[in-house]
């Protein structure tokens, strides 16, 4: 154990070690309990069944959960990176030196992020007369472009202000110190709460269904609803959600791997920067330049 590492926290001992060992063993069985009375109470209402799961086998069905999944995944890529680029036209004018574009950046910001999304994409398909995707597209990259800027200009403010002090004392201007300065750095920092938003945007693309966007929960509730399916409402359920676990999860996973390998990438850089060459070896002390 490294000193940096006993300093933060004392090391447990084996009697601390063994009591977390007990608590971990009862909260698995606490929650494999929980899983089991769900999984009793989903077979004993008939959830099991051959014919709540019959529906699935046919190929019309199955195509439509496919549209639908398509489609989620139409809307959340458009909003996606639309809201990418208007958080950083945002979080631009949010940092512009500029007083009137800094406010009318700022009013943007506040106003859309505040607004409820469900409100937004109402509005805009409702009174504006717009089609069901460009609507949904549209409200979700208000709300969440406003709340990307905030987290992209958080993290171009946590770079050290000596970074941009040095910069500047290059001769660099300011959009190249923000090229190639901060937001390179602000990056690492602001990654973890992109992505969160990002996910957050998947999982909203599911209000597309309340102005009848055929997306993927659309069709499951297209399915659940129908009398010649003896409405698989539960069935329906365990198959959608699993599949919007598992989008989400592969999204934070991806983050997870761009950040490990930025991580390695900066610290092979500098690796090779600090490594001595041949002539440096010479050079130092106890040598012969």
């Known amino acids: ?5 006993t300093a933060l926290h004392d090391v447990p001992g084996p009697k601390a ?31 099991f069944e051959a014919e709540k799961w019959r529906p699935f086998a046919y190929q019309g069905i199955q195509e439509l959960l496919l549209e639908g999944l398509g489609n989620t995944l139409k809307a959340f890529g458009l909003a996606a990176v639309l809201s990418l680029a208007l958080g950083a036209v945002l979080a631009c004018g949010r940092l512009s030196e500029h007083r009137p574009l800094r406010w009318l950046a700022t009013l943007f910001v506040e106003f859309f992020r505040a607004m409820p999304v469900l409100v937004m994409i109402f509005f805009v398909f409702v009174a504006l007369k717009v089609q069901p995707l460009p609507a949904l597209v549209t409200g979700l990259t208000l709300y969440n472009g406003s709340v990307l800027a905030e987290v992209f200009r958080t993290g171009v403010g946590s770079v050290e202000r000596g970074q941009r002090e040095a910069a500047y004392s290059l001769g660099l201007r300011k959009t190249q110190v923000m090229a190639y300065v901060l937001v390179p ?4 920092a602001m990654l973890p709460a992109v992505i969160s938003q990002l996910v957050v945007a998947l999982k909203d693309t599911s209000l597309g269904f309340l102005i009848t966007y055929e997306e993927f929960l659309q069709a499951g509730k297209l399915i659940a609803t129908d009398l010649d399916y003896d409405l698989p409402f539960i069935p329906v359920v ?20 761009v950040a490990r390998r930025e991580r390695r990438s900066v610290k092979t850089r500098a690796a090779e920067v600090a490594q001595p060459g041949p002539t440096d070896a010479l050079s130092g002390p106890g040598g012969r330049a």
């Open 185 to 188: 750095q602000g990056v690492r």
């Open 17 to 47: 070690r063994a009591r977390h060992r007990r608590y971990g063993m009862a909260a698995t069985v606490v929650l494999l309990g929980l899983v089991g009375w769900i999984v009793y109470l989903l077979a004993d209402t008939g959830q």
């Open 238 to 257: 365990l198959v959608i959600s699993p599949i919007y676990i598992g989008m989400c999860m592969l999204l934070s996973w991806f983050a997870n791997w």
């Open 1 to 5: 154990m490294t000193t940096t590492a």
